[in-house]
């Protein structure tokens, strides 16, 4: 299934718990649409959330994110990975 790293810009001084809570979020609704939310990162001081998934498709990703209440800025599909 591919993969995608997706960006939430909006987020300004997320804590810990507030990343916990979005990601948990994502993860009660992911099979919904068959994503599988792998892992999110965040950056309290630019407000960026990235978030690594494996979903058909970009456009599935988005929907859970939508139901979440977090929907994500940019969504990439990385299929070349090290």
Partial sequence: MPEFMDVHRTMPG???EA????HNAD??????EQVN???AWADPETG?????SEAPDAEAVQK?????????DNIYQVP???
């Fill in 48 to 52: 960026m959330i990235f978030c690594l």
């Fill in 19 to 22: 990343l916990t809570e979005a």
């Fill in 37 to 39: 939310f792998k892992h």
């Fill in 27 to 32: 993860l009660a609704i992911q099979a919904d």
């Fill in 64 to 72: 859970i994110h939508q139901r979440a209440g977090h929907p994500a």
């Fill in 14 to 16: 997320v804590t810990p």
């Fill in 80 to 82: 070349i990975q090290a």
